[in-house]
């Protein structure tokens, strides 16, 4: 199992949400932060030497998958989450180790 971890632009948020369910993805958690990239935040480039580091709101979407999915979500979301301009976001793939149904106790993929 792998999890994609997706941070995103909020206003891409609807177009991301409806590719992935049309690719059949269900279970996911999308969640509101803040964070920067190589700019350090700057949405432009500004004259002298700026020394803080902005946080620029994001959403980040986390999705676990069967391993053989995984490339396939992430393209979908960088299709669909693409402006062409810098700050578009980032996905990271993790491997994860376990996945537990609480109601059920059962682990593994069927839990996906
Ligand atoms: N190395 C990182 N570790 C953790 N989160 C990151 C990292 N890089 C980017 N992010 C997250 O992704 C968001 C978007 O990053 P961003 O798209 O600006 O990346 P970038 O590398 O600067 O690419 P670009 O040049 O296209 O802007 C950040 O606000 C932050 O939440
Ligand atoms: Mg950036």
Request: hydrophobic share 40%; charged share 30%; aromatic share 4%.
């Amino acid at each position: 199992m792998v999890k994609v971890e997706a941070l995103i632009r909020p206003q891409k948020l609807d177009d991301v949400k409806t590719a992935l369910s049309e690719i059949g993805v269900r279970g996911m958690t999308v969640s509101e932060v803040r964070g920067a990239g190589r700019q350090r935040g700057y949405t432009q480039h500004y004259r002298g030497a700026e020394y803080t580091v902005n946080l620029i709101q994001k959403i980040k979407i986390e999705i676990v998958v069967n391993a053989a999915e995984a490339e396939r979500v992430a393209g979908v979301i960088v299709e669909a989450a693409r402006t062409g301009e810098v700050g578009d976001g980032k996905i990271f793939l993790i491997p994860v180790a376990e996945a537990i149904r609480i109601r059920t106790g059962e682990e593994g993929d069927t839990v996906l």
